[in-house]
C-alpha cells in the first residue's frame, strides 16, 4: 500500500470511528457566538445567511488576511487529479501547504473525507509541481520571488511541503463536525475548523470568524511531525530558529540571555513550547548554528520583559516590533535562556545534512535532527 491509498485509509477508518464508544463522551456543543452594539442600551445584532460559499471563497481571494494574515495564498480550485478541485492553497512562512476545503453545505463525513483525500495528493507534490500551481494563480509571478517578499526570507525548496495542514471553512458548524476534528487531530493529522457567521448590520452584513482549535496549538503539532521522510523518536533537544536582522540582535541575545520572536502569531506562538530546563539549539538561517543553553523561564511578551530591574525594551537598541508592544497577536515576545556557549554569526556553524526550518520553536523528529545535534556536541564542545 503507498502512502496515498494508506492516507484515504486513514481518513475512511477514522470518519467510521467516529460512531464508536469512545466518542460517546463528547457533548460539546457547535460554535456560535452574538454581536451586541456598544452603548447605553444596547442591542443585539441579528444573524444572517451568506448569499453563497462561492462568494465567501471569493473574499478570501479578495482579502486573504480573512483568512490568515499568517499566510499567503498560492492556488484556488487546483485540479487534484482525484476527480476533484481543492479550493485553496496556502503557503506558512516555514513553506508547509494549508489545504482550505469549503464545506459547501456537504456533510462534515463529506468534507473531511474530501479534505483528506486532497491531503494525499498535495504530500506528492514536489517544488515543481507547488511552483506551477502557483504560476496557473498568479500568470506571470514567480513563487520564490513573492515568497521572499511576502516572508522577507528565501523559500527553501528542500524543506517545501514536507508537513501541511487542512482547514475547513465552514459557514455553520454542528457538534458532529467539532467530535471529528478533535479526534483527528488526537491521531496525530493537523485539522482546524474556522466558523464564519453572518450578521445583518443595516444596509449591511458582517462577517466573523471563530476557530475551533487555537491555531497555535495546529501551528505547533504541524512543526513537530512533518509527514515527510525517515521519523524517530525526538531526542529531546529543541531546535531555535533566531531571526536576525535589525529588528532583532543576535549579540543582544548572548549578552542579556534570551531567545524571541514577533511579528505575527506564527512566529511568537511556538515559544510556548519551552518550558525551564529545556535545552536548546539556536540557528540563525542563511547562517548556522550560534549556540546553546537551556530555557530559564516560560514566554514573557514584551512589555514584561524586563533585563535586570529595568523594562527590556529600554535597555535594548534592536527594535524587536517595538511598535507592535500593544497587539498581541504581532508584539515580540522573549524567553529567558542560560547559555553554554554561543559564537558570533560570522562563526556560525553549518554543514552539508545540518537539519534547518523556519519555525521559530520546533521538535523535529527526523534522523537529521539528532545527527546535527550529535555534531554539534562535537563542536561546540557540550555533553
Same mark, same amino acid.
Given at each position: 500500500?503507498d502512502?496515498?491509498?494508506?492516507?484515504?485509509?486513514?481518513?475512511?477508518?477514522?470518519?467510521?470511528?467516529?460512531?464508536?464508544?469512545? +466518542?460517546?463522551? &463528547?457533548?460539546?456543543?457547535?460554535?456560535?457566538?452574538?454581536?451586541?452594539?456598544?452603548?447605553?442600551?444596547?442591542?443585539?445584532?441579528?444573524?444572517?445567511?451568506?448569499?453563497?460559499?462561492?462568494?465567501?471563497?471569493?473574499?478570501? *481571494?479578495?482579502?486573504?488576511?480573512?483568512?490568515?494574515?499568517?499566510?499567503?495564498?498560492i492556488?484556488?480550485?487546483?485540479?487534484?487529479?482525484?476527480?476533484?478541485?481543492?479550493?485553496?492553497?496556502?503557503?506558512?512562512?516555514?513553506?508547509?501547504?494549508?489545504?482550505?476545503?469549503?464545506?459547501?453545505?456537504?456533510?462534515?463525513?463529506?468534507?473531511?473525507?474530501?479534505?483528506?483525500?486532497?491531503?494525499?495528493?498535495?504530500?506528492?507534490?514536489?517544488?515543481?509541481?507547488?511552483?506551477?500551481?502557483?504560476g496557473?494563480?498568479?500568470?506571470?509571478?514567480?513563487?520564490?520571488?513573492?515568497?521572499?517578499?511576502?516572508f522577507?526570507?528565501? +523559500?527553501?525548496?528542500?524543506?517545501?511541503?514536507?508537513?501541511?495542514?487542512?482547514?475547513?471553512?465552514?459557514?455553520?458548524?454542528?457538534?458532529? &463536525?467539532?467530535?471529528?476534528?478533535?479526534?483527528?487531530?488526537?491521531r496525530g493529522?493537523?485539522?482546524? *475548523?474556522?466558523?464564519?457567521?453572518?450578521?445583518?448590520?443595516?444596509?449591511?452584513?458582517?462577517?466573523?470568524?471563530?476557530?475551533?482549535?487555537?491555531?497555535?496549538e495546529?501551528?505547533?503539532?504541524?512543526?513537530?511531525?512533518?509527514?515527510?521522510?525517515?521519523?524517530?523518536?525526538?531526542?529531546?533537544?529543541?531546535?531555535?530558529?533566531?531571526?536576525? &536582522?535589525?529588528?532583532?540582535?543576535?549579540?543582544?541575545?548572548?549578552?542579556?540571555?534570551?531567545?524571541?520572536?514577533?511579528?505575527?502569531?506564527?512566529?511568537?506562538?511556538?515559544?510556548?513550547? +519551552?518550558?525551564?530546563?529545556?535545552?536548546?539549539?539556536?540557528?540563525?538561517?542563511?547562517?548556522?548554528?550560534?549556540?546553546?543553553?537551556?530555557?530559564?523561564?516560560?514566554?514573557?511578551?514584551?512589555?514584561?520583559?524586563?533585563?535586570?530591574?529595568?523594562?527590556?525594551?529600554?535597555?535594548?537598541?534592536?527594535?524587536?516590533h517595538?511598535?507592535?508592544?500593544?497587539d498581541?497577536?504581532?508584539?515580540?515576545?522573549?524567553?529567558?535562556?542560560?547559555?553554554?556557549?554561543?559564537?558570533?554569526?560570522?562563526?556560525?556553524?553549518?554543514?552539508?545534512?545540518?537539519?534547518?526550518?523556519?519555525?521559530?520553536?520546533?521538535?523535529?523528529?527526523?534522523?537529521?535532527?539528532?545527527?546535527?545535534?550529535?555534531?554539534?556536541?562535537?563542536?561546540?564542545?557540550?555533553?
Amino acid at each position: 500500500m503507498d502512502k496515498a491509498e494508506a492516507h484515504r485509509t486513514v481518513a475512511s477508518t477514522l470518519l467510521a470511528d467516529t460512531d464508536a464508544e469512545n +466518542l460517546v463522551w &463528547s457533548l460539546d456543543m457547535p460554535i456560535s457566538h452574538a454581536v451586541w452594539t456598544v452603548g447605553h442600551d444596547p442591542r443585539e445584532v441579528p444573524q444572517g445567511l451568506l448569499p453563497s460559499e462561492q462568494l465567501l471563497e471569493a473574499m478570501i *481571494v479578495s482579502q486573504p488576511r480573512i483568512l490568515s494574515s499568517e499566510w499567503m495564498l498560492i492556488g484556488r480550485q487546483v485540479d487534484t487529479g482525484y476527480g476533484g478541485r481543492l479550493d485553496l492553497l496556502a503557503i506558512a512562512p516555514d513553506g508547509s501547504l494549508i489545504l482550505v476545503e469549503l464545506k459547501r453545505d456537504r456533510t462534515p463525513r463529506e468534507v473531511v473525507a474530501q479534505a483528506l483525500d486532497y491531503a494525499s495528493w498535495v504530500e506528492k507534490q514536489d517544488a515543481n509541481d507547488i511552483a506551477a500551481i502557483y504560476g496557473r494563480f498568479r500568470p506571470g509571478h514567480n513563487l520564490s520571488a513573492d515568497f521572499r517578499e511576502r516572508f522577507g526570507q528565501p +523559500l527553501d525548496e528542500e524543506t517545501l511541503n514536507d508537513s501541511h495542514q487542512i482547514v475547513i471553512v465552514a459557514a455553520t458548524l454542528d457538534a458532529s &463536525s467539532e467530535r471529528i476534528v478533535n479526534y483527528l487531530n488526537d491521531r496525530g493529522l493537523a485539522i482546524n *475548523v474556522l466558523f464564519f457567521q453572518v450578521f445583518n448590520h443595516g444596509d449591511q452584513q458582517l462577517l466573523s470568524r471563530a476557530w475551533l482549535i487555537d491555531p497555535g496549538e495546529v501551528q505547533v503539532h504541524v512543526a513537530n511531525s512533518g509527514i515527510r521522510g525517515e521519523k524517530e523518536p525526538w531526542n529531546g533537544e529543541y531546535y531555535v530558529s533566531f531571526g536576525e &536582522s535589525q529588528s532583532r540582535l543576535w549579540e543582544e541575545a548572548t549578552r542579556f540571555g534570551f531567545v524571541s520572536g514577533g511579528g505575527g502569531s506564527w512566529y511568537s506562538n511556538s515559544l510556548r513550547m +519551552l518550558s525551564p530546563g529545556d535545552r536548546i539549539w539556536v540557528k540563525i538561517p542563511g547562517e548556522g548554528f550560534v549556540g546553546v543553553g537551556s530555557v530559564t523561564g516560560a514566554r514573557i511578551a514584551a512589555r514584561e520583559f524586563t533585563i535586570g530591574e529595568r523594562p527590556a525594551l529600554e535597555t535594548l537598541k534592536g527594535d524587536y516590533h517595538r511598535a507592535l508592544i500593544d497587539d498581541p497577536e504581532k508584539a515580540e515576545y522573549f524567553v529567558p535562556v542560560e547559555w553554554d556557549i554561543t559564537v558570533p554569526r560570522e562563526k556560525a556553524v553549518q554543514e552539508v545534512g545540518m537539519f534547518g526550518n523556519q519555525n521559530t520553536v520546533c521538535k523535529p523528529v527526523t534522523p537529521k535532527w539528532r545527527t546535527t545535534v550529535e555534531r554539534l556536541k562535537e563542536v561546540f564542545g557540550v555533553r
